[in-house]
């Protein structure tokens, strides 16, 4: 790694496929089964190579230990309506037998200066090229759609300041990082009822439920 | 309509289908233009029959004026970041000539008792059938993160206590609308430098940028 | 056109989604209604870049008259199980009213010397983009089952004799497209029998039909 | 299994939307890699409802053995183009580590009297359940394009006349299968010539490589 990105990233590529149609399989049995979905939608990415490139330079990676060293060119992201929910799918990825577990950071219970909320894991996933087995490091971020709302914004940016945010947009980035954890609040409060809810829907609607979310 | 549901729902999944890929068409134009785009995602969906066969008989609908007098059967739905890019997005389209307006109502300026906001518009989409073209009503609502996080929620509520929410449960939902207005009021705040900020960034990346929304 | 290559090949990318999503869409009608249906299965490609910049020096086209003059920058391809079927997809092509005839040939009555065979038009269809409605020519080919697998290899070594394939491999490549056309020929034979049966298979299964090409 | 059908086929579903994920990639991969392709394309399904139980009753198998006795309930069907690319292909899915061979019959080789030829792999593949692993059957079928052609006519009438197709039809069908076998020979003899040109064509293309089959 790296001379040809296009081919050096594809393994990346399909460590993503693959476990997008993995996670969202998981979404449509939950919702099946006439339980509260945990998970309400993923997406994922193989990092843009410029961003690599930048990356490993501002880290001091050389190229040939990118796969080890870079632990999220490849990433998942699973977002929640609430923040219990982030339990309940750690907890399922942790108990997968085609998943190995590297890392875990909490930046729930401990969030960031920056108000920055979200668990992380990086797992080893092993994919099977046209020369054989390759193991696949990948980022899983798990959130809530209020912190990923306030993380779209803030990505945006500390990509504008390269990372040297003036103090005033701080600080309104960090009075917004409240607002966000406030209506995550006041979702929790009604949580008990809406999932009694969800089941509900689920049972009726049977077979027959769609969702925006399918899409 | 409606004897064979499946033939009969077809041309309105058939609308859904074709709106989404020209919708997130222009959302993949707006990114590699390097303008800030106004379209965080698009979904779609064909409402599921039972909710179809239950809201006729509330509303009382013959099955035979479903066509004209049930307007959200079909649905797609814009989400985007800022309040401000609800605007943009109507005009938008407003200026297609491959749609119709029927109507319009924005429950952004009036929001409803209840705490919901969003911006609806009623079309009028012309598809081509086996049988020669068909004019079919869809229902897009354009809203914020925020006010869609919130709208999940009610809508699993409402439909738990078929639109009789008790008086407390009313009050915390509406304290999580109020939450949810101040997240956006919030992001409005800071919207000018994230705007700057993603077209710089849509520069930089090139068309190497990806990004989980593609998903 | 063109001068950044990834933003003026957008449209193309546009018109090729949406006519597969529109033709998909027919077939899928099909199936439902119980009918045999014409189309086995719709691909779609915009040309590459490398292809488009040697025709044009072929050709001697200048870049700033590619929109107007290489008619098959967008590519639609329409296979089907019967010769007939072909007559049938042209005429429901011919009476769209979102698509102009640009022009049409028939490779099928008129066999190219190669032993090409295959039925094409040239269409005017217009996209709607950021900066307005944009018209687009997108070649359309319909062929058979076979006539499709030989074109595939017929391509490939055009292409690695640049045109120039030497006369042994010509008629190799000749005999072949007899042992297509007799393949075309038997099947016709049995067509009848065929039609019939599929009609009872979509009646059967009604809904429940699947098959291997909804892939 | 099976009471609730819906809810039983899922593990299924999910079987064949992982494989072809995975399988697709391997396409990709080797189109990358600028080799020959042994992969055309590959499809999928979970047979209908109505298939299985009419199976079911034909063959006495009772619903709670479905499970061990009926190995086709989740299929994969792979299409390359020359018929020595099926041997690349099986050997390739022998070697995988997320895939155990149950039972393989060559019908290539030895062919069936009807004229069918294909290859068949039965294989065990584990997916990940909101409740568990669970070991999944799948069958593969691996064939030309010729072969896929006759086989979609033949299936049609082997349904239509219930397994007892009269004589007639049997014999125009048994033509059919020679003239699908006659292009599998021509296609053999300019083989060589064709694989070579491939490479040529990928290399040439590099990553702006794009083709009709990646629709």
């Known amino acids: 790694m790296m001379e040809n990105w296009e081919l050096d990233l594809q393994p990346y590529k399909q460590a993503v496929e693959e476990l997008k149609v993995k996670l969202r399989s998981l979404r449509e049995q939950y919702q099946r089964s006439s339980r509260h979905t945990p998970i309400e939608f993923v997406t994922g990415r193989v990092k843009p190579i410029g961003s690599i490139e930048e990356k490993a330079k501002r880290k001091n990676i050389p190229l040939r230990e990118l796969e080890q060293r870079m632990q999220d060119i490849a990433g998942i992201r699973i977002v929640c309506q609430f923040v219990t929910d982030i339990d309940t799918?750690?907890?399922?990825?942790?108990?997968?037998k085609d998943?190995?577990?590297?890392?875990?950071?909490?930046?729930?219970?401990?969030?960031?200066?920056?108000g920055y909320r979200s668990f992380h894991m990086v797992i080893d996933y092993p994919v099977h090229t046209i020369k054989g087995t390759k193991h696949i490091l990948v980022e899983i971020q798990v959130r809530t759609m209020a912190m990923n709302f306030w993380a779209t914004i803030e990505h945006s940016?500390?990509?504008?300041?390269?990372?040297?945010?003036p103090d005033d947009i701080k600080e309104r980035l960090y009075r917004a990082s409240e607002?966000?954890?406030n209506l995550d609040e006041e979702m929790s409060k009604i949580q008990g009822e809406v999932r009694e809810a969800q089941s509900i829907i689920a049972l009726r609607q049977g077979e027959h439920r769609t969702s925006f979310k399918n899409g």
Do not use: F
Not at 89 to 96: E, L, T, W
Not at 102 to 112: A, L, M, V
Not at 157 to 165: A, D, F, P, V
């Open 89 to 96: 799918i750690v907890d399922m990825i942790r108990s997968r």
């Open 179 to 181: 607002a966000a954890y």
């Open 157 to 165: 940016l500390n990509y504008k300041y390269r990372g040297e945010i």
């Open 99 to 114: 998943i190995t577990i590297i890392n875990e950071r909490d930046y729930i219970k401990e969030k960031k200066s920056s």
